[in-house]
């Protein structure tokens, strides 16, 4: 169930939000557990007893780890090797036995076709986190099952993240705080996100998808002019930017609604002026996983033979890269920033006073080029869209489409661009230094212009059947 739907819209959420609070405080974990279950089911009616395994097992072992001390290491071992062997066969089973096929020939290997469950790359790293947080002795383990289930199936963070560790919300799980501004807080941001997903993620998939799509007929057959390339490629950028962070936006608005606190997940990463920046920026949750329980494990940088920081860093771009997706597209756009972020490294390019405009166009062009790698869905599409962007396939320079694209969602382009720029603090500071009538009628007319936003979007919803959403593959 997409969040930017018609059913949670004007039916789970409502239902839900009226059962919990009409609820005794005592049974309000209940009520969002079973929440959080149904939510799963809807859309994943099998894969929901994979989830209510992941609850036990994990429940299970942090209880074991903490009891029985001495056999921490093995039952850790234990733990990853179940959660990652279940992530293996549902994601990369199929990718496995298709490229030893390659290898090996048709004789013996059967074909493997498993659909992905929904979500399964987040709620495991979340399990995860919180075993090894026990076993680091970082976190105190939770003995009631029902608290841990619901840790790692509440519904607003289950399918498309933030990754959030049981250190952030632990408290807020047994006790939360309610409060009207709290809630209203929480719809207003959760509008945001919507926004951000059906208003602009959704106009910028309209143009990306209609311009790669193009792209798989050949150069042969279908000439795609360079100005048409790159407004693909800028589109594309934009599109997952408000596609995943609109959908943060969500949950965080949704925690609120329900008293949790979650962390940010992006913090306006098309301002960076390095790769690395950028990195720090986007994906928080991700990054900080990958991190705190692979990259400083392994030695992280604060090693005295660099070779082993390269090889830190490259282990982990490469399972970056495998996170996202069972395909040598996502494992070679994973190596494209190691490179990246190796080489800014080596050459301390963030120390560099070059101008800013100069690094950020400079990690702009990184970044974009990163995503015509990771939109493509073959080496084949790379090479062609690459090509296009250069004009390399006798595919000419001027497009008259490209104008149209502009020309129809000019609108969109403006707001879009803007929203990626830090308006949000520089609106803050405005208001603060307003006086007090002016700041009472703004909190008058913030909500009213909310709601007014929510229209627009059902409408939109309504009226569009196009809503897509790009980390549901993941």
Known sequence: MLFSSIPFLYY??????????????????????????????????????????????????????????????????????????????????????????????DSFLPQVDIALPIGISFFTFQALSYVIDVYRDTVRVQKNPFYVALYIALFPQLVAGPIVRYSTVAEEIRNRVHSWELLSEGACRFVQGLAKKLLLANTFAVVADNIYSLTEAGHQLVKIPVTLAWLGSFAYTLQIFFDFSGYSDMAIGLGKMFGFHFEENFNYPYISKSVSEFWRRWHISLSTWFREYVYFPLGGSRVENKDKMVRNLLVVWLLTGLWHGANWTFVFWG?????????????????????????????????????????????????????????????????????????????????????CLPAAGWLKKKLASLPKLSKTSFAVVYPVGMAGLFFVCVTYLVRSGYNPFIYFNF
């Not at 239902?15 to 079973?34: C, D, E, I, K, S």
């Not at 209510?52 to 097992?57: D, F, K, M, T």
């Not at 209880?63 to 062997?85: E, F, P, Q």
């Not at 790698?373 to 690459?386: A, D, G, V």
């Open 12 to 105: 789970f959420l409502p239902l839900v939000l009226a059962a919990y609070f009409v609820t005794p405080a005592r049974f309000r974990n209940g009520v969002l557990l079973f929440s959080s279950l149904f939510f799963y089911a809807w859309g994943e009616p099998k894969n929901v007893l994979l989830l209510i395994g992941s609850c036990v097992l994990n429940w299970g072992i942090a209880l074991a780890i903490s009891r029985w001390r001495r056999y921490g290491k093995l039952l850790l071992v234990l733990d990853c090797a179940a959660n990652l062997g279940v992530l293996f066969v549902f994601k990369y089973l199929g990718f496995a036995v298709t490229n030893l096929k390659a290898v090996l020939g």
């Open 335 to 419: 190596l494209f920033n190691f490179v990246c972020l190796l080489l800014e490294r080596l050459f301390l390019f963030e120390k560099w006073k070059a101008h800013p405009v100069w690094k950020h166009l400079y990690t702009m062009l990184m970044v974009n080029f990163g995503w015509v790698l990771f939109r493509s869905e073959s080496f084949y599409q790379f090479q062609e869209y690459l090509g296009n962007m250069f004009g390399l396939n006798g595919n000419g320079f001027f497009s008259g489409q490209a104008l149209m694209f502009l020309q129809e969602y000019a609108v969109y382009w403006v707001i879009g661009i803007l929203l």
